[in-house]
């Protein structure tokens, strides 16, 4: 990603005189992403979500105890279980009273279509989830570049940004302390 250094920040000080800080932030020289969802673009996501769950209505919610006592079918496991199957409808005299092949083979079916629907739906989980820490990352760092410069102001004494500063730390709290001095104890 191509940088710049940012020589000046600066803001209008109460007598109308432009003050001018020189700073060392290391700023983005191009803004990656700039992106919206429009209303309705919005509505149909949310609407074509709405009819993936409808057509899902069987779909489960397990509880992390639960996720942790069922076993997980594989990219290993799935031949495994397919050729099980296979077995099983071509030799029946060895099927246990207790299994019950065509739930097995709903199972497997289930899976088999769930699969389908999964795959593509990672892919886009991704990509939301990459584009949502770029656009984060922009802002928090768009956010990090105006409390600095809100702070300098307040520094230099600019009316009403104490008040902005006072409520923007509260982000980070417990960092106003300072640290002792090598060779001392406590600040002392």
């Known amino acids: 990603m191509n940088r710049r250094q940012s020589e000046h920040i600066h803001y209008f000080h109460p007598d109308n005189t432009i003050v001018y800080f020189k700073t060392n932030h290391v700023m983005p020289n191009d803004n990656l992403l700039s992106a919206a969802i429009e209303p309705a673009a919005m509505e149909s996501i949310q609407q074509a979500l709405s009819t993936i769950k409808t057509q899902l209505p069987f779909l489960l919610k397990l509880s992390p105890d639960e996720r942790r006592a069922y076993a997980r079918m594989g990219d290993k496991t799935v031949p495994f279980v397919e050729k099980a199957l296979g ?102």
Do not use: C, W
Request: negative net charge; hydrophobic residues 40%; aromatic residues 6%.
């Open 87 to 188: 077995y099983a409808t071509t030799n029946p005299q060895l099927i246990p009273p207790y299994l019950e092949v065509a739930e097995f083979q709903k199972d497997m079916e289930l899976v088999k279509a769930l699969t389908e629907v999964m795959r593509p739906l990672e892919s886009l989980v991704e990509a939301i989830d990459d584009t949502m820490m770029v656009a984060g990352h922009e802002g928090y760092s768009a956010a990090l570049v105006f409390y600095n410069s809100v702070k300098r102001a307040a520094d230099a004494g600019v009316q009403g940004t104490q008040t902005i500063v006072n409520d923007l730390k509260q982000r980070f709290p417990g960092r106003s302390i300072r640290r002792a001095a090598p060779g001392t104890e406590n600040g002392d």
